[in-house]
């Protein structure tokens, strides 16, 4: 029972989100890439310094 009401909600979720318009669309994907951004420039980060450390050595 909780399985279908899961799938249904899942469903319903999927279909409002096709309903979205350009600009809701561009907003969603536009957060997405704010918040996935800082989380690359860290790792990115974090490897050019060990780089360059190995780089002293």
């Known amino acids: 029972m909780e ?3 899961s799938y249904r909600k899942r ?4 279909k409002k989100e096709d309903q979205l318009t350009f600009s809701q669309w561009m907003l969603k994907t536009i957060k997405k890439h704010k918040k996935r951004t800082t989380k690359d420039a860290t ?3 974090g490897i050019t310094i060990v780089l360059f450390l190995i780089g002293m050595v």
């Open 11 to 14: 469903k319903k979720a999927a």
């Open 3 to 5: 399985a279908t009401l």
């Open 43 to 45: 790792i990115g980060l």
